[in-house]
């Protein structure tokens, strides 16, 4: 079983950075798509970016093109989102999730059938 605990989350100032990250264990990750997810109050949960554990594939959202940056260490079995400028409007719950997934990284939240219990991000103006 796959488990997934975010951490870094907390408030920032606009134009801030944060680096999230998720821990992932309960099995070998060969083959899985490790995303980020946002979920802000009252809407629904988007995808944000999101890498293929072998690292030679990365997907982001247009909103966070050239600000965040999503990496992985084998090592440690551990997703990193590295984050950049950040706006008011990129305030939400961060979810991590993962996906045993081949071909296309995909955005949909259904694509991915194990998710973290998500980490506070604040970013005010």
């Known amino acids: 079983q796959v488990q997934l605990v975010e951490s870094g989350g907390g408030l920032v100032q606009a134009g801030g950075s944060l680096r999230l990250a998720c821990a992932a264990s309960?099995?070998?990750?060969?083959?899985?798509?490790m995303g980020w997810f946002r979920q802000a109050p009252g809407k629904e949960r988007d995808f944000v970016a999101a890498?293929?554990?072998?690292?030679?594939?990365?997907r982001y959202a247009d909103s966070v093109k050239g600000r965040f940056t999503i990496s992985r260490d084998v090592a440690k079995n551990t997703v990193y989102l590295q984050m950049n400028s950040l706006k008011p409007e990129d305030t939400a719950v961060y979810y991590c999730?993962?996906?045993?997934?081949?071909?296309?990284?995909?955005?949909?939240?259904?694509?991915?059938?194990?998710w973290g219990q998500g980490t506070q991000v604040t970013v005010s103006s």
């Open positions: 999730a993962a996906g045993a997934i081949i071909g296309t990284i995909p955005r949909s939240v259904a694509a991915y059938d194990s």
């Open positions: 309960g099995r070998t990750f060969r083959n899985y798509v």
């Open positions: 890498i293929r554990w072998s690292g030679d594939s990365t």
